[in-house]
């Protein structure tokens, strides 16, 4: 295939991603083309993401553009893709992982920000995170792209901002930040990474495939299997991440309670999808009542 249309949503970041891919495309010889279409996460912003209807509010529209072959392949922030895709649709490739931590944005560090100051975030994992480590803030709902939400920012609307250091990397974007740890702020499943959505045995699929980067591929399958084992949407208060110390992978799942304010950490090593199960169907059995999961997640 000589020519590749790559779908993607209208932000400079989603725009960005789609030219990271276009980029390696065209350094193995194809040419891509960029095609920009709205998705119901850009035209309804204003509800915080956790009460948005159903999953995939930024995928849907474009992975449907591809099914029906208006664009070959869709560029996605891989944490916005529900654990289950369409019939025929895969992620055929994923560029390495960026950095996955959260970042706060504010004149000073998380632990030196006033009481009563004010929060941007529109994600109930990172509310959840944020009442854990500083109960005297407040976390209010923001939506829009990164630009968007920073100038919100620099407005005054808040004292500070969560986002996920990623994209303020791709971007090339300057400003103040300080990078939040795991031990307080678990990142969202695949967060940091690009996936490439197709239809499987497409004629775009080979030319795709190449650019895949295993390591990261691996760490995404390994994610995305715990979010469908334990029946977690992104709007769930979960955070994970699947990392390599020398040839050991080590899978950490932290469960936020839906309704006090704790949380529980697991941890496993793994090496299949299988290993992948086996460990998310002993957490089912290890999550206390009180946390509420049992009608909406870890079912």
Known sequence: MTHIKIGTRPSRLAVR?????????????IDASIHRF??????E?????YRAPGTGIFVEEINRRVIS???????????????????GLQVISVLPRENFNDVLIAGKPLEELPAGSHIGTSSLRRIKE????????VAENIRGNIDTRIQKYKDGNYDGI??????ITRLGIETEYHRLGTETFMPAANQGIIAVVGMRGSSAFSAVERLKNQETQFAMEMEREAMRRLNLGCSMPAGMICTRSGTVWTLTIRLYSLNTREYRDFASTVRSRQDVDEFTSGIRSRIPPEFGYSRDGVA
Do not use: C
């Open 17 to 29: 991603q789609a030219e990271m891919v276009a980029e390696r495309l065209t350094v193995a010889g």
């Open 38 to 43: 709205n998705s119901s996460g850009d035209v």
């Open 45 to 49: 912003n204003t509800t915080p993401l």
């Open 69 to 87: 072959g208006e664009v070959d392949v869709a560029v996605h922030s891989a944490k916005d893709l529900p654990s289950d895709l369409p019939d």
């Open 130 to 137: 944020l009442s854990m480590v500083r109960p005297d803030l």
């Open 162 to 167: 969560i986002l996920a250091e990623a994209g």
